[in-house]
């Protein structure tokens, strides 16, 4: 069963809020929409995808972060956090 969250964040903040997540282990998959909604990026994340291969995309959200004001950050992940 997967677990969906959102969270709004402004473009300087993007990319540091995508590697906080990375580090949290339990994302399956981050969509990142601007603030009329629609999807900007899209990408899977499987486990143990870190380092080297995942540079490319991290250069891609800090692209799109220097063009976006404010975007959503959608998260899907494995089970709930525990809060």
Do not use: Q, W, Y
């Not at 380092?51 to 998260?75: D, K, N, S």
Request: some cysteine.
């Amino acid at each position: 069963m997967s677990f969906k969250e959102s969270f709004k964040v402004n473009g300087e903040n993007l990319l540091k809020k995508v590697k906080e997540l990375i580090e949290e282990g339990n994302v399956r998959k981050i969509t990142i929409h601007d603030k009329s909604g629609k999807e900007l990026m899209s990408f899977p994340l499987t486990f143990g995808v870190v380092g080297a291969v995942f540079a490319p995309v991290l250069a891609a959200i800090g692209a799109v972060a220097a063009l976006v004001g404010e975007c959503t950050i959608t998260v899907e992940r494995d089970k709930e956090p525990s809060k």
